[in-house]
Structure formats: C-alpha cells, structure tokens
C-alpha cells in the first residue's frame, strides 16, 4: 500500500504562483511515476505533470508547460509542483498519484493506482 497526501492548494489572483507538494509513505520503494492530475466540475480528470522516480525524467500537458514545473525530493518521497502564471482556467482539484508499473502513458489517469484526496486550486481573474 502507498498512501499520498497532497497539500499547497490555495486561491490566487490571475499571474500568482501556487506550491503543491504530494507526500508519500509506505511501500514508496515500488513507485515508478508520479504524477499530478487535476479536474475541474463537469470535466473529465487530466493530466498535467509526471516524474520518473529512478532518473526524474518529467512530462508535462501543453497546456502549463512553460508554466508548472514538477521535482521531486528526498528520494522521491516528495514531489512538488510549482505552479507559475496561473490561469482563471488552471482552476481545479488537483491530485497527485502514483503508480508501480509502468504500463500506458503518464497522463491517463486509468494506469495510475494509488492516490491521494486531492487540494483545490482557485484562480481569479
């Protein structure tokens, strides 16, 4: 079992900056990917940054690329997601999880089996 715990969610102006920061414990030696994932009311849940634990190898959506930035610390056990120029639209739950195979794409959410309660991100305009 891997537990995650995200927290660092907030409300921001349009043009701030928010931390996210997904802590792991348990069996954290299995995790193979970790990633962030976020999904707004009525949308369908999406990917938005991963990290390879062995060799920090990161992906990101086109749509915060240049924006968010993912790391992680501690031998992975902390993964954070820096979140710059923040958009009304970047407004969602945000989850972080993890995975022990490495079977699909970092950003379908379906191959990723532990995960945390998620923290909400509000951005005003």
């Known amino acids: 079992q891997i537990l995650l715990e995200e927290s660092g969610g907030g409300s921001v102006q349009a043009g701030g900056s928010l931390r996210l920061s997904c802590g792991a414990s348990?069996?954290?030696?299995?995790?193979?990917?970790t990633g962030w994932f976020r999904q707004a009311p009525g949308e369908e849940r999406e990917g938005v940054a991963a990290i390879y634990t062995r060799n920090g190898s990161s992906f990101y959506a086109d749509s915060v690329k240049d924006r968010f930035s993912i790391s992680q610390e501690n031998a992975g056990n902390l993964v954070v997601l820096q979140m710059d120029s923040l958009k009304p639209e970047d407004s969602a739950m945000y989850y972080c999880?993890?995975?022990?195979?490495?079977?699909?794409?970092?950003?379908?959410?379906?191959?990723?089996?532990?995960w945390g309660q998620g923290t909400q991100v509000t951005v005003s305009s």
């Open positions: 999880a993890t995975k022990d195979t490495n079977v699909g794409n970092w950003y379908e959410p379906k191959r990723y089996n532990y």
């Open positions: 348990g069996w954290t030696d299995r995790r193979l990917v």
